[in-house]
């Protein structure tokens, strides 16, 4: 329609209408209007929108979609339901600025508030008259509101109870995520009180079949776990600090040091061997033949003692760094030591997935595993512990 005289321009006329060209404008498209009448009819009856697209639908009525031609919306629905209803389209208006493009500014089509809309009566043959159309207008403006509340009373169900392990929780026997949900002990959303997690796979496993775990419990188990945890880290930690320290001498440790210092010994060894041998070769005690067997040999000899070497080095670095590693993480996780209730933030530091069995067992898969079961930190302990066992 074009905004200077009023005229319309478009051919695409809404559902129940026909474009006439001779009178350039709209008129009833008989083939459907039975079923837009209907329709109105329904709505002015208080019949739900869902329930008037189901009834559409039962006696045949071609969908707007499909009545266009297109693919897509070949049934009713409440959607489609409401396009027609809410539209003053049917009570005989010609409606402009519906949307807004402003292409210097780079804005494509914003829709606009319907009060800032042009409305022009009386424009070609209603379906409904005024006082109908307001009355669905009313109808469509308290749904939004009823809407509105539920989705107000939902949002503060999601706040009161949220989600504490979010993605967190699976299912031991499937190996599925197990979904968040809230629970009430009457039906209805005025008096959801818990929130529990459930495993959705229910026919391959019969395991699963209705596993269900409450959050509130959840957190208590998780929290004692991980305070059982956390004494643990903290003791190593500081059973590794004394050990570092040097108030107590380390096995692990001086072992590696002593194979270091021997191997070093042994390639100083095998250097001197073979200055000998040059020097026996200068002095002719030796022929060339000879020297160049024995020093390939000593050569030989010197590589394999360096690559043990640097074996041992790169052994203690990574003892080392795991003992540093473990240390400071526990320096960390101290401050949680003696932390009582649920911590969120803890859990979303420390744990990784939790697992939930059947009977009831719960899992725990730490984020940082290998600061907690460091083979050679292991090792490292252990040897300690023989050492003062032996002691
Ligand atoms: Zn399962």
């Known amino acids: 329609m074009c905004k200077k005289t009023a005229r319309v321009m478009g051919i695409h006329a809404p559902y129940g209408y026909r474009f006439s060209r001779e009178q350039e404008r709209l008129e009833i498209d008989g083939n459907v209007a039975p079923y837009v009448r209907m329709l109105f009819a329904w709505a002015l009856q208080d019949v739900s929108r869902i329930?008037?697209?189901?009834?559409?639908?039962?006696?045949g009525a071609p969908a707007p979609g499909k009545y266009d031609g297109r693919r897509d919306g070949g049934t009713w629905t409440d959607s489609a339901v409401k396009?027609?209803?809410?539209?003053?389209?049917?009570?005989?208006?010609?409606?402009?600025?519906?949307?807004?493009?402003?292409?210097?500014?780079?804005?494509?089509?914003?829709?606009?508030?319907r009060k800032e809309w042009l409305y022009?009566?009386?424009?070609?043959?209603?379906?409904?008259?005024?006082?109908?159309?307001?009355?669905?207008?009313?109808?469509?403006?308290?749904?939004?509101?009823?809407?509105e509340e539920r989705l107000a009373v939902r949002r503060d169900v999601r706040m009161r109870i949220p989600d504490c392990f979010p993605k967190m929780v699976y299912c031991a026997d499937c190996g599925g995520r197990m979904n968040f949900c809230r629970g009430s002990h009457h039906r209805g959303y005025d008096d959801i009180s818990f929130g529990y997690y459930r495993c959705r796979c229910s026919k391959e496993f019969a395991k699963c079949r209705n596993k269900k775990i409450q959050q509130n419990y959840l957190k208590i188990m998780v929290m004692d776990q991980l305070r059982l945890l956390i004494q643990a880290t903290v003791d190593r930690g500081r059973l590794l600090s004394t050990v570092r320290s040097g108030a107590v001498s380390n096995v692990a440790v001086a072992n590696v040091k002593k194979n270091i210092t021997r191997l070093t010994e042994n390639e100083k060894e095998y250097?001197?061997?073979?200055?000998?041998?040059?020097?026996?070769?200068?002095?002719?005690?030796?022929?060339e033949?000879?020297?160049?067997?024995?020093?390939?040999?000593?050569?030989?000899?010197?590589?394999?003692?360096?690559?043990?070497?640097?074996?041992?080095?790169?052994?203690?670095?990574?003892?080392?760094?795991?003992?540093?590693?473990?240390?400071?993480?526990?320096?960390?996780?101290e401050r949680y030591l003696n932390v009582t209730e649920f911590d969120e933030n803890l859990v979303k530091k420390l744990v990784g997935r939790i697992l939930i069995g059947d009977d009831g067992t719960i899992e725990l898969e730490l984020k940082c595993g290998d600061v907690f079961d460091h083979l050679l930190l292991q090792e490292y302990s252990e040897k300690w512990k023989q050492s003062e066992d032996t002691q």
Not at 84 to 101: E, R, T
Not at 271 to 287: I, V
């Open 271 to 287: 250097q001197n061997k073979r200055l000998k041998a040059h020097a026996d070769f200068a002095d002719k005690l030796l022929d």
């Open 83 to 113: 396009k027609i209803l809410y539209n003053p389209v049917y009570a005989g208006f010609h409606v402009m600025g519906k949307s807004k493009v402003s292409l210097y500014r780079g804005i494509g089509h914003t829709p606009m508030p």
């Open 120 to 147: 022009f009566p009386d424009f070609h043959e209603p379906y409904i008259t005024m006082e109908d159309y307001r009355k669905i207008e009313g109808i469509v403006v308290q749904n939004k509101i009823e809407m």
């Open 51 to 59: 329930e008037i697209a189901n009834r559409l639908n039962l006696i």
């Open 289 to 333: 033949k000879e020297y160049r067997q024995i020093g390939e040999r000593l050569a030989v000899a010197e590589l394999e003692a360096k690559a043990r070497r640097e074996k041992m080095e790169k052994r203690l670095e990574e003892i080392e760094k795991a003992v540093e590693r473990h240390k400071k993480f526990s320096e960390d996780i």
